[in-house]
C-alpha cells in the first residue's frame, strides 16, 4: 500500500497543489517562536511592511510550517508603495539543526518550464520556428507529432501521456535515485501508452510537453538547452546564480531536501538525487534574489515582443476557478507566474500586475500534508493577508494523485 502511494506522488512530481482549504489563523500569542532570519537592506529595500501585517505574516507562516511539517521556509514578498517581507525559517537540515538561511540556492522543479518557453517564444520572435508548427518538423517519433503544435505543448494541450505516470517510470526512478535520464530515455516512457485526448482537446499538465520543447530548441539552435538558457535568458536578466545543471550538481549554499516519494514510503533526504529525468520540465536551481527578478521579468514579458507576450498570456480555462494556463505560464487569480515540486523541494514564484507585487516561496520538502502541497499552502495563506483580492491558488499544475 506504502510503495503504491508513493508511485502516485510521484506522478505529481513538479506539481504544487491540491485544493486547498483556508486555515485557521492562530493569533502572535498562540504560535511558538521560531528561528526567523530578517533580510537585510539588500534584501528588502523598501522598508518592512506595517508591524500588524508583519506579525500576521509571522504567526500564519510558523502555523503552517508546522501543521504542515515543512522544515525550513524562505519568503520574500515585495509590495511597491508598502514596503516587504523577507525572512527565513525553520531549519536547513534536520539532522544538523543547522537554521534554514537568505541565500540558499533552490531545485525550482517546475518553474524551470518558464524559462525554456522564454528560450522558445524568442525563436519565434526571431521567425526561426512558428507556434502552430506541427512537433513532428524538430523532433521525430512523437505520436500523433504531425497534428501536436508548438503552442499545445506550451500550453498544456498535446494530450501526450506524462512519463512520470509511468509506473516502470517511477519504479526505475525512485529505485535509483542517483540515475542519470536522457530527454529521450525520459519520454520513451510515456509513449508507451496511447495519447489521453486529441491535440488541443482540453488541458492536462504533463512534463512530457517541456521535455519535447527543450529538444525543440536545442535542434533550432543546434546548442545544448542549458548553454541557450545561460546565454539567453539568464545573462540578459541578470540572474547570475541560475541554472540548468546536467546532473546532481548543486551549488552552496542549499538546503537539505526531505520527500516521502519513497519506494518504502518513507522519508528520505533527496539533496543529491539527480533531476536529470525532469530537464526542460524541472531540473533548474535559482535563488531568492533571482527568483524575485524573474518573477516580474516573466510576467512583464521584457525579453519578448508585445505580440508575442500577449499571446503567451492568453490564457485558456484548466478546470480550476479563477486559474488559466498560457504558454508555460500560470494564472491565477491575477497572480502569474508558476510553481514547482521535485522531491526535496517546492518553489513558487509569481508577480501580480495589478498591485506591481512579488511573491517568492522555497521550502525543503515535497511531502503533502493532508493530500495538499505545502507551497501551496503557505502562498494561500500569504496572499490572503497581504493581497486578499488576489488569492493564489496553484492547483492547475496538481495532475490528480489518486
Not at 550538481?249 to 525532469?278: I, K, M, V
Request: hydrophobic share 35%.
Amino acid at each position: 500500500m506504502r510503495r503504491n502511494r508513493s508511485r502516485r506522488l510521484l506522478a505529481a512530481t513538479l506539481a504544487a497543489a491540491a485544493v486547498l482549504v483556508p486555515l485557521a489563523v492562530a493569533p502572535v500569542t498562540t504560535v511558538q517562536a521560531a528561528a526567523v532570519h530578517r533580510g537585510g537592506p539588500a534584501d528588502c529595500p523598501e522598508g518592512g511592511l506595517a508591524p500588524e501585517v508583519t506579525g500576521r505574516l509571522d504567526s500564519t507562516i510558523e502555523q503552517v510550517r508546522q501543521q504542515a511539517g515543512v522544515p525550513g521556509v524562505v519568503v520574500g514578498v515585495w509590495l511597491p508603495g508598502k514596503g516587504c517581507y523577507v525572512r527565513a525559517t525553520g531549519v536547513a537540515d534536520r539532522a544538523t539543526g543547522a537554521p534554514m538561511r537568505l541565500d540558499v540556492r533552490q531545485r525550482i522543479g517546475s518553474v524551470t518550464k518558464t524559462f525554456t518557453v522564454t528560450a522558445l517564444l524568442q525563436l519565434v520572435d526571431e521567425h526561426r520556428v512558428g507556434l502552430d508548427d506541427p512537433v513532428s518538423a524538430y523532433v521525430d517519433g512523437v505520436p500523433c507529432g504531425d497534428r501536436i503544435t508548438l503552442r499545445q505543448l506550451a500550453e498544456m494541450r498535446s494530450g501526450l501521456f506524462p512519463y512520470t505516470f509511468d509506473p516502470d517510470f517511477q519504479h526505475d526512478l525512485l529505485s535509483d535515485p542517483a540515475r542519470s535520464f536522457t530527454p529521450q530515455q525520459a519520454l520513451a516512457y510515456g509513449y508507451r501508452h496511447d495519447n489521453t485526448f486529441g491535440p488541443g482537446e482540453q488541458f492536462q499538465y504533463s512534463n512530457s510537453n517541456l521535455v519535447l520543447l527543450g529538444l525543440v530548441v536545442e535542434k533550432v539552435t543546434g546548442q545544448r538547452l542549458a548553454d541557450v538558457i545561460r546565454e539567453r535568458v539568464l545573462r540578459p536578466s541578470h540572474l547570475h546564480h541560475t541554472l540548468l545543471p546536467d546532473g546532481p550538481e548543486f551549488p552552496e549554499p542549499h538546503a537539505r531536501g526531505y520527500t516521502d516519494q519513497t519506494l518504502s514510503g518513507g522519508t528520505e533526504d533527496s539533496t543529491d538525487w539527480n533531476p536529470s529525468w525532469a530537464w526542460a520540465a524541472g531540473a533548474m536551481v535559482s535563488d531568492l534574489g533571482d527568483l524575485r527578478r524573474w518573477a516580474e521579468i516573466l510576467a512583464t514579458g521584457r525579453l519578448l515582443s508585445p505580440e508575442t507576450q500577449q499571446q503567451r498570456l492568453a490564457t485558456l480555462p484548466t478546470g480550476f476557478p479563477g486559474t488559466g494556463y498560457g504558454l508555460g505560464i500560470l494564472d491565477t487569480h491575477g497572480w502569474l507566474g508558476h510553481n514547482g515540486s521535485i522531491p526535496g523541494y517546492e518553489t513558487v514564484d509569481v508577480y501580480l500586475p495589478a498591485e506591481h507585487a512579488t511573491l517568492v516561496i522555497m521550502i525543503n520538502t515535497d511531502s503533502s500534508s493532508q493530500g495538499q502541497e505545502p507551497s501551496t499552502l503557505l502562498a494561500r495563506a500569504i496572499t490572503g493577508i497581504v493581497t486578499p483580492d488576489h488569492v493564489y491558488d496553484g492547483s492547475a499544475t496538481a495532475p490528480d494523485k489518486a
